[in-house]
């Protein structure tokens, strides 16, 4: 069996332990700056709209998509009306969702990522098959770096599945041409929540 | 025995038979050279993150037997199930025992350097199923027949009317419609029926942490999630290098990885798979294919702490003028010329030479290989292993009896210089190959050593 | 200060104005130089191409003849990287030590050892600088552009002392030329291409000299130079700095 051979050949040419290096010093003591967030999501082929009550993505949505057929929120209070039922099935049943209205558990600022696991979307596939995504999160999430993400927010995993998402679905592929919408989401809005004093 | 192949140099000279293209494919490797430049100096801490990340990648190689077996048990304690394969040809009969349990044909696959360097696509093929590669750029080279010429942007090489008379043939599209935003959706399109129809997908993984038994992958696509979150069984292929030990530590990678491959912040999306979704299988292939061979060669492990950024292709002056497909091996430019002979030190024996050891390639490297140094010591094997050419051992010896000898120097320097001025035609003509497209040296009457004697007398 | 002069085997055989121009100037500026005769090579050229295992001879001889300096200086970079980096000689190991700690190549010698802060040259041109790979990348003769660290040059800081000098900023400061030791002829077509390249850069940017610290970049760089029937002429950090 390969695996002993291999685990056998390894454990005889592996160099001498060296120690891991210290990564502190690459932390930010400040929490991230939101401005910031904003204006590499922006770069990054995203919208970031700033709200202080969930009520105000509706009237946003209506003025910034058309031809939204099937839009699916995971909280109520994103969307009211918003499709039911979606949950059931392997994932393909959301191929014909046009916008999914998503939250964050965090951002950070120096990339623009957001972090989002299968916790909050319940289908995997969500965030990648809708045709256009929109993520909620609050401003007070916002972290300086992945270093700040990983040590402070997720140093263990909570769930089967997270990722970071930095912008809408994009490639270069042909000649270096940059093009949204290859074959995740075509467009990314980020509601920047900061809820009234 | 014949190589079946040319050479990098003669197919470098291949390529530049063309130099108009030479020049656009230049450009546009030094233009994301630029871009990957201008994002790292909006970093200040730059060059202590490739230090980090080069002794985390230490790290590994000197705790990799216990890190492998804590990722392993991690996956499983996760639910997923892990195989090993000493090479290429165990892991493509791994896969295909998978795939024909599940009795597919036909099945997605997002980027994979890996499955590239064990040739799965065409073991598959030979099996009688077809492999959908969903990169948007390996998808176009897959149309073409050919191999990816780059390990982030796979066909890089390619014009877009190129892409557009493929996508007409292969797709349908309308003939001379060579629009990248066109092009991009009849591939969204294309792909997406391919997505929903596809049990199984196959992915690569970018980093796989031992103290988690998760791997991140990352693309900015979305074609890795959207295979494997939709299909029953997600087959994950990694080379055993791909190990980090915790999941802090990948705070280091991602800030580095897209940084240096494009000058991005981050790839759109880097996802975490842990444990296969529900009702799913997750399985993962851990491939040998020659590491730990080379784990053991001092002078080149340090090769595999690679994490595949492309940065050293895109900075590369001979990579640039010489195209991903002169390397003629599935990880092109100075990377893969340090890491192919490990694989066949025959077959690759003149990639180590396809360098003017400029340094540009380590200096970019986000995890610091001392790649020029390994290609200078890749030489030095090569030759005592016996793989150099006849011909340039011959003159190597030639070359040595003249200079270890002050008095054959200075007898041969002066004879070489008589000749140049007397008869020229000797030294200038098509054999040789300095003279082709270059002036000789004007030979001066007398040496510098002859002008000393003269003007410094003792 | 005892000064050995190193003028590396394709200097003395076909460039040997740039050896001239770099003892009159170490001359100039107070030095006691001696060229031990019966020197060659440093043993590169065979090195490079995968024989590192051929050069004991180059080595042993190279030990003999510069073990007595306080310093040994080149006009070449690359062929001190290569002192620098590989000379060993069973047996005398700690004269190839002396000498690997103790070679420099010109420009860093005028700039660290000798802390020159002036020169009485004049050179009314306009030039360009090729940062050599070896010097620059392998000595530290100048900030990498690949690097995220603060600039400095100094073969740039001594041509600034040369009146009437204009130096030209290029488009790839320092792009590789391509000549490569044996890689410009057995990888001939990547190597000219390259080459042509950075001669254009050059001539895009109005060099009317393009200078160095390493001869045989510039002999590669000539020799398109001149089957291109250019006007722009190549000359060593050394002639520059030397002229009057």
């Known amino acids: 069996m390969s695996r002993e051979s291999i685990l056998a050949a390894i454990k005889n040419n592996q160099p001498d332990h060296q120690a891991l290096p210290d990564l502190d010093a690459f932390r930010r003591p400040d929490t991230g700056d939101p401005a910031a967030f904003k204006k590499v999501v922006e ?142 989401a075509k467009s990314l809005t980020v509601f920047l929540y900061t809820p009234k004093p | 025995m014949e190589h079946q192949h040319k050479e990098h140099a003669l197919l470098a000279e291949d390529f530049n038979a063309n130099e108009p293209r030479v020049n656009w494919h230049d450009e546009t490797l030094w233009w994301i050279r630029q871009k990957r430049d201008k994002i790292a100096w909006s970093i200040p801490e730059w060059e202590e993150l490739r230090e980090a990340a080069s002794r985390i990648k230490h790290n590994v190689l000197g705790n990799l037997h216990d890190y492998l077996l804590e990722f392993e048990r991690k996956a499983q304690e996760n639910g997923a199930i892990v195989h090993w394969a000493a090479d290429a040809a165990e892991h493509n009969k791994i896969v295909l025992q998978l795939l024909q349990e599940q009795g597919v044909k036909r099945m997605v696959k997002s980027k994979s350097m890996l499955t590239e360097e064990c040739h799965l696509n065409p073991y598959l093929d030979e099996h009688g199923i077809e492999v959908i590669d969903t990169d948007l750029g390996e998808r176009i080279v897959q149309l073409a027949k050919e191999p990816p010429s780059h390990i982030v942007l796979p066909c890089i090489h390619k014009k877009k009317e190129e892409i557009g008379e493929l996508f007409h043939e292969h797709l349908g599209t309308p003939a001379g419609n060579a629009d990248p935003k066109f092009l991009t959706a009849a591939a969204r399109q294309h792909l997406r029926k391919e997505f929903i129809q596809s049990r199984v997908a196959i992915t690569g993984v970018n980093f796989a942490v031992a103290e988690t038994g998760e791997m991140v992958v990352c693309t900015n696509e979305g074609n890795a999630d959207m295979g494997a979150h939709l299909a029953d069984v997600h087959i994950a292929c990694m080379g055993i290098e791909k190990i980090i030990p915790q999941r802090k530590h990948l705070g280091v990678f991602l800030r580095l990885l897209a940084r240096s491959a494009t000058g991005q912040p981050i790839t759109t999306y880097s996802s975490h798979f842990r444990s296969p979704k529900a009702g799913q299988q997750l399985h993962i292939v851990l491939v040998d294919n020659g590491r ?11 090769s595999l702490k690679c994490i595949r950024c492309g940065a050293c292709m895109n900075t590369c002056p001979v990579y640039r003028r010489s195209g991903g497909h002169s390397y003629h091996n599935a990880i092109a430019g100075p990377i893969g010329a340090i890491l192919a002979p490990n694989l066949d030190m025959k077959e690759y024996a003149d990639l180590p030479f396809a360098s003017t050891l400029c340094g540009s390639c380590s200096n970019v490297c986000p995890v610091k290989i001392d790649i020029h140094q390994q290609l200078y010591k890749w030489r030095q094997v090569i030759t005592q292993e016996g793989y150099a050419k006849k011909t340039k051992a011959a003159g190597m010896h030639a070359m040595n009896i003249v200079l270890s000898k002050p008095g054959i120097y200075k007898t041969a320097g002066g004879v070489g210089r008589w000749v140049m001025r007397t008869f020229p035609a000797v030294v200038n003509n098509g054999m040789n190959p300095w003279f082709k497209q270059r002036e000789m040296p004007a030979p001066p009457k007398q040496s510098f050593a002859d002008w000393y004697k003269k003007n410094r007398p003792e | 200060m005892k000064v050995g002069l190193f003028i590396p085997c394709y200097i003395d055989q076909f460039y040997p104005q740039v050896g001239i121009a770099t003892l009159s100037l170490l001359e100039k500026l107070g030095c006691d130089v001696v060229y031990p005769q019966g020197q060659t090579c440093c043993g590169q050229p065979m090195a490079n191409s995968g024989f590192e295992h051929l050069t004991h001879g180059c080595n042993e001889l190279f030990v003999n003849h510069f073990e007595n300096f306080d310093y040994i200086v080149a006009p070449s970079g690359s062929c001190v990287l290569h002192i620098k980096d590989h000379l060993h000689v069973d047996g005398k190991e700690q004269a190839a030590t002396h000498i690997r700690q103790r070679i420099y190549e010109l420009a860093e010698f005028l700039t660290d050892v000798l802390k020159v802060d002036n020169l009485k040259a004049k050179f009314p041109h306009k030039v360009g600088v090729h940062q050599a790979c070896h010097g620059q990348r392998g000595l530290g003769l100048a900030q990498m552009s690949e690097l995220v660290a603060a600039p400095f040059s100094k073969p740039q800081q001594l041509l600034n002392m040369v009146e009437g000098l204009e130096l030209i900023e290029l488009k790839r400061a320092d792009e590789c030329c391509g000549f490569g030791g044996t890689f410009c002829v057995f990888e001939e077509a990547v190597s000219v291409k390259m080459g042509k390249d950075r001669i254009a850069d050059h001539v895009n940017n109005g060099a009317e000299y393009i200078t160095g610290n390493d001869v045989s970049c510039l002999m590669h760089l000539e020799g398109i130079l001149r089957r291109q029937k250019s006007n722009v002429k190549v000359l060593h950090i050394a002639e520059i700095l030397n002229s009057i």
């Open chain 2, 292 to 302: 730990s061979r080379q784990l053991g060669r001092e002078d080149f492990r340090n």
């Open chain 1, 43 to 184: 770069a990054l082929g995203g919208q970031v709209f700033e709200i202080s009550s969930y009520t105000e993505i509706q009237a946003l949505i209506a003025e910034h998509y058309t031809d939204l057929n099937k839009v699916v929120a995971i909280q109520d209070s994103y969307l009211p009306g918003a499709a039911t039922q979606w949950e059931t099935g392997d994932g393909r049943q959301l191929e014909d969702v046009d916008l999914a209205i998503i939250p964050g558990q965090f951002g950070v600022a120096e990339n623009g990522a957001i972090w989002i696991t299968e916790n909050e979307v319940k289908v995997r596939v969500l965030p990648f098959i809708t045709q256009h995504l929109a993520v909620v999160v609050a401003a007070k999430d916002i972290l300086a770096t992945m270093h700040d993400a990983y040590e402070e927010r997720i140093a263990r995993p909570e769930s089967g599945f997270g990722v970071f998402i930095a912008g809408p679905s994009k490639t270069a592929d042909i000649e270096q041409s940059l093009v949204l919408g290859a074959h995740g």
